[in-house]
């Protein structure tokens, strides 16, 4: 029987959603579930997994990737798929992995299929769907089981898959690996993070989104008080960042993050096809604008014509009560 080695990303104490999605889709695929996490604090973290159905677990907790460095990730990415061999890997399409894993697959020599918004397994087998050109078509790839030991990657965007349940207390064996030499070419001497607490938008279940129509950065506080309600995230089109109002980490688009929330609301945002294709993947989409034939109507579960300024307040004081 093969194997599925399941990159387990993580943040301060806890396993993104993306993991446990990927999880959860691995206990389907009817081969053996092991996991990769990285950091210090990965062994407390990697002994929750027994739960999830992972049989080992591979762990290195060198200080020296408690932050990512492409180089010295690759290199104990790469030895622990050389050891393993599995027959897939999983793991988010996040920042992170979308940077290593194509470094990883050239490394092993793997195929890989990235930005994937379906996957199933059949008899050891895996199906995935991506979406192509903005989202305006897909591709089915179609994975067989290998005779000639070739693993093959794949990355799924957050949100697209059910997470499960635990499977009650199961001990997981922790394998420790240990971070070799490497001639580094690149130092990274210094990673600044945002101010929020918000979740990324790559992970928000709940994401209100900003465009030209708010007519100025002061105005997203609008945006703020209605995301501080719900428990959003606030994004932002690209137009609007390209105009400094806001950091490129909140934009939405194909230049951008592309996410999935349940629930996305797009605020003054004309639905130009570089921002559909970063949200074209949300569940419920309300879109609120003055002008009847923006294109963002066309996508929108639910449209609502009128001024943003006067929208936007009342549905924070109406949600207000509703959730007191």
């Given at each position: 029987?093969?194997?599925?080695?399941v990159?387990?990303?993580?943040?301060g104490?806890d396993?993104k959603r993306g993991?446990y999605?990927?999880l959860?889709?691995a206990?389907t695929?009817?081969?053996?579930?092991?996991?990769?996490?990285l950091?210090?604090?990965s062994?407390?973290?990697?002994?929750?997994?027994?739960?999830w159905?992972v049989?080992e677990a591979?762990v290195c907790?060198?200080?020296?990737?408690?932050?990512?460095n492409?180089?010295?990730?690759?290199?104990i990415v790469?030895e622990a798929?050389?050891?393993?061999?599995p027959?897939y890997?999983?793991?988010?399409?996040?920042?992170?992995c979308r940077?290593?894993?194509p470094?990883?697959a050239q490394?092993?020599t793997s195929?890989?299929?990235?930005?994937c918004?379906?996957?199933s397994?059949?008899g050891?087998?895996?199906?995935?769907?991506k979406?192509?050109?903005?989202?305006?078509?897909?591709?089915?790839i179609?994975f067989?089981?290998s005779t000639?030991?070739?693993?093959?990657i794949i990355?799924m965007r957050?949100?697209?898959?059910?997470?499960?349940?635990?499977?009650?207390q199961?001990?997981?064996?922790?394998?420790k690996?240990?971070l070799?030499p490497?001639?580094l070419?690149?130092?990274?001497k210094?990673?600044v993070?945002g101010a929020?607490?918000?979740?990324d938008?790559?992970?928000a279940n709940?994401i209100?989104?900003?465009?030209?129509?708010m007519?100025?950065p002061?105005h997203f506080?609008?945006?703020?008080?209605?995301?501080?309600?719900?428990?959003?995230?606030?994004?932002a089109?690209?137009?609007?960042v390209?105009?400094?109002?806001?950091p490129?980490?909140?934009?939405?688009g194909?230049?951008?993050?592309?996410?999935?929330p349940t629930l996305?609301?797009?605020c003054?945002?004309s639905g130009?096809?570089?921002h559909?294709a970063g949200?074209s993947?949300?569940?419920?989409?309300?879109?609120?604008?003055k002008?009847?034939?923006?294109?963002i109507?066309q996508?929108s579960t639910y449209?609502?014509?009128?001024d943003?300024f006067?929208?936007?307040?009342a549905?924070t004081?109406?949600?207000?009560?509703?959730?007191?």
């Amino acid at each position: 029987m093969g194997s599925i080695l399941v990159f387990a990303e993580h943040l301060g104490s806890d396993f993104k959603r993306g993991t446990y999605e990927l999880l959860t889709a691995a206990q389907t695929s009817g081969l053996e579930v092991n996991a990769l996490v990285l950091g210090p604090g990965s062994e407390p973290l990697a002994k929750k997994l027994g739960a999830w159905g992972v049989k080992e677990a591979l762990v290195c907790e060198d200080n020296n990737l408690k932050e990512y460095n492409p180089e010295l990730f690759l290199s104990i990415v790469a030895e622990a798929i050389s050891s393993l061999k599995p027959e897939y890997v999983l793991a988010p399409a996040s920042m992170l992995c979308r940077d290593l894993f194509p470094r990883v697959a050239q490394k092993v020599t793997s195929a890989v299929a990235s930005d994937c918004t379906e996957l199933s397994f059949t008899g050891g087998a895996a199906d995935v769907r991506k979406p192509l050109y903005a989202g305006r078509c897909s591709a089915k790839i179609e994975f067989q089981n290998s005779t000639s030991g070739m693993t093959k990657i794949i990355l799924m965007r957050a949100n697209q898959l059910p997470v499960g349940s635990p499977m009650g207390q199961a001990e997981v064996s922790i394998k420790k690996l240990s971070l070799k030499p490497v001639d580094l070419k690149t130092k990274i001497k210094e990673i600044v993070k945002g101010a929020t607490e918000k979740l990324d938008l790559t992970e928000a279940n709940i994401i209100v989104s900003g465009g030209r129509g708010m007519k100025g950065p002061e105005h997203f506080k609008l945006l703020e008080d209605l995301a501080s309600v719900l428990g959003a995230t606030v994004g932002a089109s690209r137009a609007v960042v390209d105009a400094g109002w806001v950091p490129h980490s909140m934009q939405v688009g194909q230049t951008g993050k592309t996410v999935a929330p349940t629930l996305y609301i797009a605020c003054g945002i004309s639905g130009a096809i570089q921002h559909l294709a970063g949200m074209s993947g949300s569940k419920v989409i309300v879109a609120i604008n003055k002008d009847p034939d923006a294109p963002i109507f066309q996508k929108s579960t639910y449209g609502i014509v009128g001024d943003v300024f006067e929208v936007v307040p009342a549905l924070t004081e109406e949600f207000k009560k509703l959730l007191q």
